[in-house]
């Protein structure tokens, strides 16, 4: 195998196939480099690389394939033996510590995102304690309490999901020179990450304001 274009002087061959496109440096690369494949006999006495699709565990075979060449020549030098999943773990490592990192700091912002969710509409809710004793006592329901926080939650959620879907598809966008393989926007992951934080709010809605509804109008009225 030569990359490159053949040099113009050198010897005609006959094209007999041609094959696919071939990735020699990386997986992730949108440039195919040529490859010409020559008969074995022309280059006999130089180094070439061998692929073997086998059955067997990789250090079977490569012991076997190492026994079958030195029966044919001693002399022969047999080295690099590596499974085809090694190599390309070993062409994808530059990425591999990256995209860990930005693993990591995804789920701390995604946690963070939970918590600072919880926290505010939370706050808010207690805020609106004394509000919620006043429309008790001239006789609101607790299903209506909890009516009201969990449409304030869905509508808050109606508003910020939407340009929280187009920021991480464009941080998606931004990354995606160091994604092989996989989407960088991922419907599974973004709607999973969408409903987990919807979860998320709804229960800072539901949980305070049920608290809430159930402590008695007078007690509500004198918490502040």
Same mark, same amino acid.
């Given at each position: 195998?030569?990359?490159?274009?053949?040099?113009?002087?050198?010897?005609?061959?006959?094209?007999?196939?041609?094959?696919?496109?071939?990735?020699?440096?990386?997986?992730?690369?949108?440039?195919?480099?040529?490859?010409?494949?020559?008969?074995?006999?022309?280059?006999?006495?130089?180094?070439?690389?061998?692929?073997?699709?086998?059955?067997?565990?990789?250090?079977?075979?490569?012991?076997?394939?190492?026994?079958?060449?030195?029966?044919?020549?001693?002399?022969?030098?047999?080295?690099?033996?590596?499974?085809?999943?090694?190599? =390309?773990?070993?062409? &994808?490592?530059?990425?591999?510590?990256?995209? /860990? @990192?930005? !693993? %990591?700091? +995804?789920?701390?912002?995604? *946690?963070?995102?939970?918590?600072?969710?919880?926290?505010?509409?939370?706050?808010?809710?207690?805020?609106?304690?004394?509000?919620?004793?006043?429309?008790?006592?001239?006789?609101?329901?607790?299903?209506?309490?909890?009516?009201?926080?969990?449409?304030?939650?869905?509508?808050?959620?109606?508003?910020?999901?939407?340009?929280?879907? =187009?920021?991480?598809? &464009?941080?998606?966008?931004?990354?995606?020179? /160091? @994604?092989? !393989? %996989?989407? +960088?926007?991922?419907?599974? *992951?973004?709607?999973?990450?969408?409903?987990?934080?919807?979860?998320?709010?709804?229960?800072?809605?539901?949980?305070?304001?049920?608290?809430?509804?159930?402590?008695?109008?007078?007690?509500?009225?004198?918490?502040?």
């Amino acid at each position: 195998m030569i990359n490159g274009p053949p040099d113009e002087t050198a010897e005609r061959y006959t094209i007999v196939g041609v094959v696919g496109v071939v990735k020699h440096d990386d997986l992730a690369d949108d440039h195919a480099n040529g490859a010409i494949y020559f008969p074995y006999a022309d280059y006999a006495s130089t180094s070439f690389l061998v692929a073997v699709r086998t059955q067997q565990a990789p250090e079977a075979a490569a012991s076997a394939m190492r026994a079958a060449v030195l029966r044919v020549d001693p002399e022969l030098a047999l080295h690099d033996l590596k499974p085809m999943s090694s190599r =390309v773990d070993d062409s &994808l490592a530059s990425r591999r510590l990256p995209l /860990l @990192l930005a !693993g %990591v700091f +995804a789920g701390v912002a995604l *946690v963070l995102a939970a918590v600072g969710i919880y926290g505010v509409l939370a706050y808010a809710v207690a805020q609106r304690r004394r509000e919620i004793g006043v429309r008790m006592a001239l006789g609101a329901l607790p299903e209506q309490i909890l009516r009201q926080f969990l449409t304030l939650g869905v509508t808050l959620l109606a508003i910020a999901l939407p340009l929280g879907l =187009v920021g991480a598809w &464009l941080s998606g966008q931004a990354m995606s020179g /160091l @994604l092989f !393989g %996989v989407s +960088a926007a991922n419907p599974w *992951v973004l709607g999973g990450t969408a409903v987990m934080l919807a979860i998320v709010a709804l229960l800072a809605c539901l949980l305070p304001a049920r608290s809430a509804a159930k402590v008695a109008p007078i007690e509500a009225l004198r918490s502040n």
